[in-house]
């Protein structure tokens, strides 16, 4: 089949989110660039919210445009993922950029470029082609560094970006170099024919196969931060402002994990078990590292950064050690959790550090005493991260935990558990600060906006429901054949 | 005819040229050429490929051209980028922008 009579409308959702991305865009310039503009807001939320359900209508049936791109249960639940996630990146955003601190930031453009990073995201894990890929990957990343450094008069958020554009520009450049081989050897940029030539070729290429997976394998691994490609993370977490701080941990890792599946398991999938064992090692390193330096963190949004690294630690296990669908599950259900989680104390964060005006972990003091809610909401959310019992991210933790033990990789699952049990001290050392310590004499009640309180709540109540019946998605998940799309 | 290894060979230079550029340079100006060279080491790669590789076909060409724009956007946000820190700091030696660390 050619591009011509290709079925184009499997790509439906993507083209609705570029034409009202543009249509946000347009209006912005409609209503003059500065002051604020939260219908914009709601705009873009509806418009993701439509894409959404487009997604689940026009993607629930397998099919491919001329494998190049590709619909399947894979690329629907990850578009679905994304689509929740920047909406709710939204919604934390336009309670920030309602405020007085922020008002150099223009609204409209702030908004279609965060839509844009939802259609690069939504290309990305829909692709069976490198050069789509790329081209996904690099319209999530431009409009990342974009959304970086949008305080343009803010020196941490300049500063910010120009490290996210040349450390991200390196691994773009790694990523290609890459894939370059890949197609010297195959003479096709298809995933598919690659996945089919991949297993001769290794027997013969050995070296130069290899070579391209690790030049890959950093690239991505930049994307989704693992050790040790992840010394960007801190800082650039630190210094953009606090929402896209969230999207950065949340969309575009979770992203970056769709595309390093789709890609290694359909590319490289017929030598796994040449590289399982590399992809091992960097997850428990990545685990170590993360646990232990967030260990002595005092800011906040730091603190996050390397929660996440462990994070990514924590869904890079199911990778190494189960092939196929179950492996697939347990990111998918991880990466579900992992949203929620994150997502519930961002917004938390958000409130609490624009509140004070830093993002020292003091700025949590007596926080049950100012807002109990969110206190307590963020107490979970947190608890879910550290994964303990009745909660979402214990129930996906033990599942990839017992994947591990079940691939026969136990050092790897003993690892998990122990820097699990460390990370329960950095998360309890925010909880100390809301529930143990006085609030500081400067600081009031704390009012909970609409938008907010929506974030917090759904969060909540997902991070919790699925804590309590993770079979309500499992079972879902059980029924797909992930990448069939072929 | 000239072997294929040959241009490899040559992107591979360029390769490491422009990553040791990244690494060391101060001048964030030069920084972004550098990485502008590695990029375009990858374009090498590939149309060596695509015309004298094991399987040499238009595919690669292609290619080169989304990583040529690609390249290209990537570079202008960089620069604006610059430009927005230079008014905010006077400056863009790498080593004076140290606001965030550890």
């Known amino acids: ?486 | 005819m000239v072997p294929v290894t040959f241009f490899l060979a040559l992107a591979a230079i360029l390769f490491c040229i422009g990553l040791y550029g990244v690494l060391t340079r101060r001048h964030l100006v030069i920084v972004l050429v550098c990485i502008e060279l590695m990029l375009n080491s990858v374009n090498i790669n590939l149309v060596a490929f695509s015309a004298i590789g094991p399987f040499a076909n238009i595919t690669g060409q292609v290619f080169t051209l989304f990583v040529i724009t690609v390249a290209a956007a990537e570079a202008a946000v960089g620069l604006a980028i610059l430009i927005a820190l230079y008014r905010n700091r006077n400056s863009i030696d790498v080593i004076k922008h140290d606001l965030l660390r550890w």
């Open chain 1, 1 to 486: 089949m050619t591009a011509f009579d290709a079925n184009w409308s499997l790509m439906t959702p993507e083209i609705v989110l570029a034409a009202l991305a543009l249509l946000v865009f347009t209006i912005d310039f409609m209503t003059g660039i500065h002051g604020k503009k939260p219908f914009i807001g709601r705009l873009s939320v509806l418009s993701l919210l439509v894409t959404a359900v487009l997604v689940v209508v026009t993607n629930s049936t397998s099919g491919s445009i001329a494998e190049v791109f590709v619909v399947d249960p894979f690329a629907m639940v990850f578009k679905l993922i994304i689509l929740i996630g920047v909406a709710m990146v939204i919604l934390i955003s336009m309670n920030f950029l309602d405020r007085e601190r922020n008002a150099e930031v223009y609204q409209g453009e702030y908004y279609s470029i965060m839509l844009f990073a939802a259609l690069g995201a939504m290309i990305m894990v829909s692709s069976a082609d490198l050069i789509t890929l790329f081209i996904g990957l690099e319209i999530l990343s431009i409009s990342s560094y974009v959304l970086a450094g949008f305080k343009k008069y803010s020196r941490p958020s300049t500063e910010a970006a120009i490290k996210y554009v040349v450390l991200g520009g390196t691994a773009s450049a790694f990523i290609l170099y890459g894939m370059s081989f890949l197609y010297g050897l195959t003479g096709s940029t298809s995933l598919l024919e690659i996945g089919q030539a991949i297993p001769m070729l290794f027997e013969e290429y050995t070296f130069v196969v290899m070579m391209s997976f690790l030049f890959m394998l950093a690239g991505f691994g930049f994307k989704i931060s693992i050790v040790p490609f992840h010394m960007w993370a801190p800082d650039v977490y630190e210094g953009a402002p606090t929402p896209v701080t969230a999207f950065l941990s949340v969309v575009s890792k979770l992203a970056g994990f769709g595309i390093i599946l789709r890609v290694f398991f359909l590319g490289f999938g017929g030598v796994y078990q040449e590289w399982a064992f590399i992809i091992a090692v960097i997850a428990a390193i990545t685990m170590i590292a993360g646990n232990f330096i967030a260990l002595t963190q005092t800011n906040v949004k730091r603190l996050m950064a390397y929660s996440g690294i462990a994070q990514a630690g924590y869904l890079l296990v199911p990778v190494a050690t189960v092939v196929g669908d179950v492996g697939i599950n347990m990111i998918v259900f991880y990466s579900v959790a992992y949203l929620m989680m994150t997502l519930g104390a961002f917004a938390v964060i958000t409130l609490v550090t624009e509140d004070t005006g830093t993002s020292d972990l003091s700025s949590f003091a007596g926080l049950y005493q100012r807002a109990p809610y969110l206190a307590i909401a963020m107490t979970v959310f947190l608890v879910s991260l550290a994964g303990l019992p009745l909660t979402a991210g214990f129930i996906g933790k033990a599942y990839i935990f017992f994947g591990a033990v079940a691939g026969e990789m136990l050092w790897l699952a003993i690892i998990m558990i122990v820097t699990s049990v460390i990370s329960f001290f950095y998360y309890f050392g925010f909880i100390k600060q809301m529930f143990m310590t006085d609030p500081r004499p400067n600081d009031k009640e704390l009012a909970v906006p609409g938008s907010m309180q929506t974030v917090v709540t759904v969060s909540l109540a997902v991070t919790v429901i699925l804590g309590i019946l993770p079979g309500l998605v499992l079972d879902i998940f059980n029924t797909f054949n992930w990448m069939a799309f072929f």
